[in-house]
């Protein structure tokens, strides 16, 4: 086994003597342990439009990669306007001849069949869900596809309790939904995006981003396989174009879109005057703050959950450290000694805490971020690891002596990078952390229970996570304030955002 061959790989150790806190030694090489399962893809990916899989009306297909080799991994259909409406007829269809009329307690059956075809499935999705987007096989095996399950059994159970989700009210379908999402979650934005609305007797047309779209076109076999009505979900592929095509199409009652927030206000610019209902989950550059009486190992830990899970591809990403300054020199020594133990590289492997960046495209965004962040004569640190050759990858890496001016400490860099400030008081940390356009989430970490609820008062983000990070939950509603976008998904209130009420 992989752990009897393994052998010491020589760490370079911190400078000078080391803090008795600084307890990792040299690391462990593992042997390759790559996942094996087959992803099963097809060499070549059609439209899914009413049931069935169907060639472009626009005749064009463009390549998906593989981020950790650049190698191609299927052709994805590129659907235009034509092939947009062929989607919504079927929706529309659909929405006014069986899943519109149909009782909840019969859409829920449904749902369940899709939770556990996932499940069956999760293998499969897993590793497909890692050649396409470049995340660790840790990562998409052991939250992603479980989480995108957790969806469709938690909206499941309340299609026949929608009585329940405003108490005293009656609650209708909408109709059809538009939905455009990205590529850091692919599957399971994809679930986020659905489940409700189907849950509630809407209809899809959905399209997820071009870098990853083969995992909503896997779903749609398990769409096929559950013996969904035809064209109750809908996915079309296709770039930019496409997507405004999906947002802007006049049978949509509402559309949903996660992304950044500088298409999320083309969108919104291009619908306003419609009667279009409209849900926005946009950017984020989230504050995690750490006060000097917090649990030091564990919130190391959670920083770096927070900063590094996905590469930083993630809208809620704790991308600004805020220190007490009491602990600052002491917390940043154990950050850096952790950073070196981190593993960068095939996504593929087990072992692997850092994959791929999703494209070259996002990687010259992370890089040219870092270059202005050095230039404005931020500190940097990167461990001392060798990156594949082929591939997109970044190191991880920590700016410290930064200030609310920089670049790095206000633009979304969507990275493996961290920004690490100081604070004295409180309300300073309040102060710099709301300092942002954004508000999607924040973190605190102390041992006072009082000023955790102090914290999340006077923090503006949707998601306050309290001495831990990124932990997600269906029944726990997300969604931004400001610049992060509006409306809520999971739990009663993202239901609420795909009805409307009589
Ligand atoms: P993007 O916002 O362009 O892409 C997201 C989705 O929107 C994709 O499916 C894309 O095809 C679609 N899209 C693009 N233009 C559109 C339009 N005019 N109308 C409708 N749909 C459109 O994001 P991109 O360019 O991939 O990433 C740029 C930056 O956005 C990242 O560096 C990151 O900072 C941020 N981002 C934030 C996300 C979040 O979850 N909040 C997710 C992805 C990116
Ligand atoms: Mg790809």
């Known amino acids: 086994m992989s752990t009897l061959t393994a052998q010491k790989r020589p760490v370079s150790r911190p400078q000078g003597r080391p803090a008795p806190e600084l307890i990792f030694g040299d690391l462990w090489e593992y042997d390759p342990a790559p996942e094996t399962a087959d992803p099963k893809l097809k060499a070549r990916y059609e439209l899914f439009i009413g049931g069935k899989f169907v060639a472009p009306k626009s005749g064009k297909y463009f390549d998906s990669i593989n981020p950790a080799n650049e190698q191609k991994l299927a052709q994805i259909a590129h659907a235009n306007a034509a092939d947009v409406n062929a989607a919504y007829a079927a929706a529309k269809k659909a929405f006014d001849t069986t899943w519109g009329k149909m009782p909840g307690k019969e859409r829920a059956k449904y749902l369940y069949r899709l939770a556990r075809l996932l499940q069956d499935r999760a293998r499969e ?23 995108a399950a957790a969806h469709f059994f938690y909206h499941a159970g309340w299609a026949d309790k929608l009585d329940y989700v405003a108490p005293g009210r009656k609650v209708a379908p909408l109709g059809v939904v538009g939905q455009v999402i990205p590529w850091n979650f692919p599957l399971l934005m994809l679930a986020w995006k659905i489940a409700p609305a189907l849950a509630m007797g809407n209809t899809v047309v959905l399209k997820p981003a071009e870098t990853t779209s083969i ?16 064209g109750v979900v809908n996915i079309v592929t296709g770039f930019g174009d496409t997507g405004a095509a999906v947002m802007g199409h006049p049978t949509a009652a509402k559309v949903a879109f996660t992304g950044s927030t500088e298409v999320g206000k083309i969108i919104m610019r291009s619908l306003a005057g419609t009667d ?16 000097d009486d917090a649990p030091i190992d564990q919130a190391v830990e959670g920083i770096i959950n927070g900063i590094f899970f996905n590469q930083g591809h993630v809208c809620c990403a704790g991308s600004r450290l805020l220190v007490h300054e009491p602990i600052a020199e002491r917390f940043l020594a154990k950050l850096k000694t952790r950073i070196k133990t981190l593993r960068v590289g095939d996504p593929l492997d087990k072992n692997t805490d850092i994959g791929a960046i999703n494209s070259k495209e996002q990687l010259a965004t992370i890089t040219r971020l870092v270059a202005a962040g050095v230039k404005e004569g931020a500190k940097m640190f990167q461990p001392a690891c060798s990156l594949p050759a082929k591939g997109y990858y970044f190191r991880p890496t920590v700016f410290s002596g930064v200030s609310m001016s920089h670049r790095i400490a206000r633009e979304e860099i969507f990275g493996p990078v961290l920004s690490v400030l100081t604070f004295r008081t409180l309300d300073e940390a309040v102060e710099k952390a709301n300092n942002t356009a954004y508000g999607l989430s924040a973190g605190v970490w102390t041992d006072k229970g009082s000023r955790i609820l102090k914290m999340s ?45 009589a």
Do not use: H
């Open 215 to 230: 995992t909503a076109l896997k779903f749609a076999e398990l769409i096929q396989d559950a013996g969904l009505p035809p």
């Open 125 to 147: 999705f897993a590793v497909a869900e890692t050649l396409d987007g470049g995340k660790p096989i840790k990562e998409s095996r052991d939250f992603d596809v479980p989480m």
């Open 276 to 291: 279009k209902k409209m849900t926005m989950e946009l950017g984020g550059k989230a504050a995690n703050i750490v006060f």
């Open 457 to 501: 008062t006077e923090l503006k983000a949707g998601v306050v996570w309290a001495n831990t990070y990124n932990k997600f939950d269906p029944t726990s509603p997300f969604g931004g304030y400001k610049e992060s976008g509006f409306g809520r998904e999971g739990g009663r209130q993202g239901l609420l955002d795909y009805c409307k009420l």
